[in-house]
Antibody, heavy 126, light 107 residues
Framework: QVQLQESGPGLVKPSQTLSLTCTVS??????????WSWIRQPAGKGLEWIGR???????NYNPSLKSRVTISVDTSKNQFSLKLSSVTAADTAVYYC??????????????????WGQGTTVTVSS | DIQMTQSPSSLSASVGDRVTITCQAS??????LNWYQQKPGKAPKLLIY???NLETGVPSRFSGSGSGTDFTFTISSLQPEDIATYYC?????????FGPGTKVDIK
C-alpha cells in the first residue's frame, strides 16, 4: 500500500526558507486522481492545511500562506516538496504530507486525506 | 473563507457510552465534510468521508451524518482505544479547513 515519508532539516533559522520533501512509496505518485498535500500542526494546536499539488504541476495554496509557499513535484523521483520562505517562530510545527482524493471537474468529489506521512518536526530558531 | 466550529472542545465518557460531536460550517458545504482521528504523537487518520461514508477498515461504531452546514460524528459505544482528538474538515472551492478539534477521553 502507498506510504508517505517526510524528510528535511529539523531546525531552520528565522527569515530563512523551510524545505521539506515527501517521498511516496508503494505506488506511483502519478497514478489515480490524487492530489498531494502538506498540512502542519503547531505543538498542542490544531491542523492547518498548507496546500496541494497535482502531478500536472497544478497547485492550490492556503490564502494565509500563499505568498510564502511553493509546492513542487518530481514524478521521476516519486516525490513532492514544500518550500516556505521567510519563516518565523510561528512556523514551528509538525509538518505532514498526505494524499488527497478529489476531483475539481465533473463529477466533483472530495474524499479527504486517506494516506498520511508520520510527520516531521520543524523548529524555527536561531 | 469558510470557518468550522466543533463542540464540545473536550469530553469525558465511560466505556460503552454513545459519544456525539458536532461540527458547523459558516456556509453551505453540501456533504464535503470529513472526520479524522488523531492519537497523541501520531498522524491523523481518516474515519469518515463525504459526511457519512465509513473509510475502509474503520470500525462500524463510528458514523457521521449531516449536510449543508450542520454535521454530527458519533461513536456508538466508546472503546478505550478511541481516546483521541477528533477533527472535522471541510472542502470548498479547492480550499480546505479543519475544525478546532474535540478531545475525547475516558471518565
Amino acid at each position: 500500500q502507498v506510504q508517505l515519508q517526510e524528510s528535511g532539516p529539523g531546525l531552520v533559522k528565522p527569515s530563512q526558507t523551510l524545505s521539506l520533501t515527501c517521498t511516496v512509496s508503494g505506488g506511483s505518485i502519478s497514478s489515480g486522481s490524487y492530489y498531494w498535500s502538506w498540512i502542519r500542526q503547531p505543538a498542542g494546536k490544531g491542523l492547518e492545511w498548507i496546500g496541494r499539488i497535482y502531478t500536472s504541476g497544478s497547485t492550490n495554496y492556503n490564502p494565509s500562506l500563499k505568498s510564502r509557499v511553493t509546492i513542487s513535484v518530481d514524478t521521476s523521483k516519486n516525490q513532492f516538496s514544500l518550500k516556505l520562505s521567510s519563516v518565523t517562530a510561528a512556523d514551528t510545527a509538525v509538518y505532514y504530507c498526505a494524499r488527497e482524493a478529489l476531483s475539481s471537474s465533473f463529477p466533483r468529489y472530495y474524499y479527504g486525506m486517506d494516506v498520511w506521512g508520520q510527520g516531521t518536526t520543524v523548529t524555527v530558531s536561531s | 473563507d469558510i470557518q468550522m466550529t466543533q463542540s464540545p472542545s473536550s469530553l469525558s465518557a465511560s466505556v460503552g457510552d454513545r459519544v456525539t460531536i458536532t461540527c458547523q460550517a459558516s456556509q453551505d458545504i453540501s456533504n464535503y465534510l470529513n472526520w479524522y482521528q488523531q492519537k497523541p504523537g501520531k498522524a491523523p487518520k481518516l474515519l469518515i468521508y463525504d459526511a457519512s461514508n465509513l473509510e475502509t477498515g474503520v470500525p462500524s461504531r463510528f458514523s457521521g451524518s449531516g449536510s449543508g452546514t450542520d454535521f454530527t460524528f458519533t461513536i456508538s459505544s466508546l472503546q478505550p482505544e478511541d481516546i483521541a482528538t477528533y477533527y472535522c474538515q471541510q472542502y470548498d472551492n479547492l480550499m480546505v479547513t479543519f475544525g478546532p478539534g474535540t478531545k475525547v477521553d475516558i471518565k
